[in-house]
């Protein structure tokens, strides 16, 4: 027998907000964060192994320029070995930033208020781990402008039929849109750093950062114009940065790459698992910086919803792998399918299946979405479980080739290890200095979910 | 307000009898004319008929999809429009006796059912495991049980709102439709295996369940949407759907023409850049001998008028506007089925039958007559649902 709820919200897991708060304490408990917390040892450890494991990516990419892509595992049959897996798992996990940025702001879902800053900056960071996976598996970097079509007296250009090409604009593109989204959001917050702050250098820095915002009527109204306009842009981006990234694969004719679901289960699984990696970072966060009242636990119960969501729109990209693999009747498609379940790589299926499938499931239950210490695992079985999908897509499809005389095995080697670690140590110290540096929760978009801050429209 | 402040006044109940009994005749004569194609040529009345019940039990199953949709994603745009989404679930019950003609006409219609097929084609002989008479059958019954199953308890629990009210309706229905959604998914994903794909049996994409699933969507949307205007032009609904309602469903239609044309550009550009022999003589097919034309048309009308159209604030805003777009697209969706069924068969070049007309026009005609019938028999809107007033106040200037 199911009781009446007598909450006000649908969900009935509290409010988006913590009781007590108004203007002034979600002022000063957000910019707090920057302009008076002293530096904790936490954080200075933090930063400091994230800061070391950064090493690996300095001595990865040198040993890799000084010698040459032979040092990682990489080989014929298997060309695109973890730094394709990395991009593509680096870029997917952007995504989730933008979708809570621009989509969700998009469909008046005034809950993002509170995680879409941290997210975005977790899209930029993301997208930087990601975007030097391509230029380092190209082995000579400095050649790098080759990817641009510009006039040149080879009269060379690139393969504008090839995605990879496709790869270059969408990326780009959607780096710089998603950096102008994310600093416009930061304007009217730099200028409340800029009046709170005491110090002379914090003045002079954040406002030089403030573009000289005052917050006049005609500004907010701009501003709100602009943000709408990028939400508008950064929307189709989104979806069509990973759309091109699955076409990487799909246009091919290599089985397990060739199939035509993988648009939409590509996007679905970026989302996913950038869904899963916001919950990652902001568990932590809130709980170190006593934030439990701005994110609450309706802002990780929303997350885990989506997370289920997306996450089930992935197991019907399976499913639909599965089938047809059967229904198609190809040998080829077959002998894919079963190799990739029972080859020499099947643990890493299994091992994905369950991570990704079945894992999520506990999500169903609303006990487990508010339970956060679970929840928090749950997010880095996710992440892991997206990592191997990729894994078994780029490395399980090619390694056995239509001929058996050129079947072979990717194993990769210390330096492949070396770079994929030193992105993460990347990506997790750009984090613990934003966090430093800059408020990373919106002030001025908590600020609007505050009872008082209601304000009546006038009868047009 | 009174409960009954939304139940049919009789100025609006003689107009919806009048139009379900038009309906009716439309109804009555097309199938009579499909009785009569039957007798001149069995094979194109079941393609041309394969044409109209598809597209006219898709647009059944959006609306049944959307409901569930609606309930899990709430809003007040799935508020105003839950009555007409119920109203059309109720007419499954109608499509799973029309689908008689095809499950006794199965082996005519379909290529890999033909007798002796088997011994032929080795491709087919492979995938008789699945596409077999009885199996097929058989999962036409299920897809049937499972569909009739969820607009049974969707319809029931929402009357049951109406009559008790409170939030434990509401709360069921909410808890049925995520797992509902789930099934439904899957449902529709191997119908349109068995039903579409497999009139080419050599073909295969695995977007193509995800594709006719939005492609049902779009339908369903388009007609609510359409159903949803003439509804607010009278009492009780007129003054209650408001451009702002109005405002947020448009929006959503744009989204279903971009996610249908996403899916099918997928589609086509990764069949035609693989250019593999089992993938591409399906588009060989459409995009040759005429049926390019259609292929075009569809690219044009289907996806990109109405998506700069629907891309003005102020057309979405205006009913009559809005009204002509929705309708103009449900057209371009069964020109679309037209397009998925029938070059399978007329591979050389184009051609229409007289019956293409008629099955379409007959099933829908008797489709909507039992629609109308439907949306006749509840409250226009669900009085009792526990956010009414908040869907209701949406609308209103403040």
Redesign the interface.
């Known amino acids: 027998m ?1 009781e ?2 007598e909450l006000p919200t ?1 969900i009935g897991i509290g409010p988006l907000l913590g009781p007590g708060q108004n203007l002034a304490s979600v002022s000063d408990k957000i910019s707090g964060v920057v302009l008076n917390r002293k530096t904790t040892l936490g954080w200075i450890a933090g930063l400091f192994v994230s800061f070391m494991l950064m090493q690996g990516l300095l001595l990865g990419a040198g040993v890799l320029f000084l010698k040459g892509v032979g040092v990682w595992g990489i080989n014929i049959p298997i060309g695109w070995g973890f730094a394709i897996v990395n991009f593509v798992w680096w870029i997917g996990i952007g995504h989730a930033g933008t979708l809570i940025s621009a989509i969700l702001l998009l469909l008046n879902q005034s809950w993002r208020n509170s995680i879409n800053r941290f997210a975005e900056a977790m899209t930029m960071f993301a997208v930087a781990c990601a975007g030097m996976f391509p230029v380092l598996h190209m082995g000579r970097p400095w050649l790098a402008y080759w990817l641009f079509p510009y006039p040149n007296t080879m009269n060379i250009w690139p393969q504008f ?1 090839s995605p990879l090409v496709w790869d270059v604009f969408a990326v780009s593109t959607y780096a710089t849109i998603s950096l102008v989204f994310w600093y416009v959001g930061l304007i009217p917050d730099l200028a409340t750093l800029r009046d709170k702050a005491t110090k002379r250098f914090h003045q002079v820095t954040f406002g030089a950062l403030a573009l000289g915002w005052r917050g006049s009527a005609m500004h907010w109204v701009r501003y709100e114009q602009a943000s709408l306009l990028l939400a508008g842009l950064a929307t189709p981006l989104v ?1 069509s940065v990973h ?1 091109i990234v699955s ?1 990487d694969f ?4 290599v089985p397990g790459w ?7 289960y590509f996007v679905a699984g970026a989302i996913y698992s950038g869904f899963a990696m916001v919950l990652t970072l902001m568990i932590p966060v809130r709980q170190f910086y006593g934030l439990k009242d701005l994110i609450t636990v309706r802002h990780l119960n929303n997350m885990a919803k989506v997370t289920l969501a997306t996450g ?1 729109v992935v197991a ?2 399976y ?3 599965l089938f ?1 693999s ?5 040998t080829y498609e077959g002998f894919m399918m079963h190799n990739r379940m029972f080859g020499p790589y099947g643990g890493f299926y299994w091992a994905l299946i369950t991570c990704n499938i079945v894992t999520p499931q506990f999500l ?1 239950s609303k006990r487990v979405r508010t339970n956060v210490p679970i929840l928090f695992v749950i997010s880095l079985i996710v992440n892991v479980g997206m990592w191997l999908e990729r894994f078994v897509i780029v490395v399980t499809s090619l390694h056995r080739d239509f001929l058996p005389s050129s079947w072979g095995m990717y194993y990769p080697t210390v330096w492949d290890f070396a770079v994929f670690f030193g992105t993460i140590g990347l990506f997790l110290t750009l984090i613990f200095l934003f966090i430093r540096v800059l408020p990373m929760i919106s002030i001025f978009e908590i600020r609007m979910l505050l009872p008082a801050q209601r304000v ?5 | 307000m009174t409960p009954n402040a939304y139940t049919i006044p009789d100025a609006l109940r003689g107009k919806m009898q009048r139009y379900q009994g038009m309906a009716l005749v439309v109804g009555v004569i097309g199938l009579l004319l499909c009785a009569l194609g039957f007798v001149m040529s069995p094979e194109q009345l079941l393609r041309s008929y394969l044409v109209g019940y598809f597209f006219w039990t898709g647009l059944a199953l959006g609306c049944l999809a959307l409901l569930m949709m609606q309930y899990l994603s ?1 809003g007040a745009w799935g508020l105003v429009i839950r009555r007409t989404l119920e109203s059309a679930t109720r007419t499954l019950p109608l499509m799973a006796l029309l689908f008689l003609p095809l499950a006794f006409g199965v082996r005519t219609l379909y290529l890999w059912a033909h007798p002796g097929i088997t011994a032929t084609d080795a ?1 087919i002989r ?2 008789s ?2 596409l077999n008479v009885p199996f097929f059958l058989v999962r036409a019954v299920l897809y049937f049980i499972i569909w009739l199953t969820l607009t049974q308890f969707l319809n029931k629990w929402s009357l049951d709102e109406d009559r008790e009210g ?3 309706w509401a ?2 229905l909410e808890t049925l439709s ?1 797992p509902g959604l ?1 099934i439904f ?2 449902t529709i ?1 191997f119908a349109s ?1 068995d039903w579409i794909m497999s009139l080419d049996p050599h073909w ?7 594709l006719i699933l939005v492609g049902q969507g779009l339908s369903a949307f388009s007609f609510v949407i359409a159903v949803t205007i003439l509804l607010a032009m009278v009492p009780p609904l007129s003054g209650v759907i408001s451009k702002k309602h109005l405002h947020d469903l448009g929006k959503l239609l744009l989204a279903f023409v971009m996610l249908w044309a ?2 099918s550009f ?2 086509l ?3 035609w ?4 022999p ?1 993938e591409i003589p399906w588009y060989i097919n459409r995009l040759n001998g005429g049926w390019q034309w259609i292929g075009l048309a569809l690219l044009l009308f289907h996806f990109i008028f109405p998506f700069l159209m629907l891309l003005s604030q102020s057309l979405k805003k205006n009913p009559k506007a809005l009204a002509s777009v929705a309708v103009w697209v449900i057209f371009l969706r069964i020109v679309d089925v037209f397009w998925l069924v029938q070059p399978n068969f007329d591979k050389a070049a184009f051609r229409m039958s007289w019956m293409d007309f008629a099955a379409p026009l007959g099933i829908g005609g008797l489709w909507l007559a039992f629609f109308l019938y439907q949306l006749r028999q509840r409250p226009l809107l669900p009085v009792n649902a526990p ?1 009414l007033e908040k869907a209701l106040a949406h609308g209103r ?2």
């Open positions: 199911i009446p709820v649908k039929r979806v759309t076409f799909a246009v091919s004719i060739h199939t035509t679901i993988f648009p939409p089930l019907y990209g499913m639909m792998e047809f059967f229904y198609s009747a190809s169903w009546k429209e006038p009868v047009k | 709430g491709v492979d995938k495991f699945y409170g939030q434990l709360k069921k995520a789930l998914v899957l994903t295996v295969f994409s695995t977007i193509f369940g995800l996403y899916l997928s589609q550009i990764l069949i850049s693989g250019n593999l089992e956010d200037p403040h």
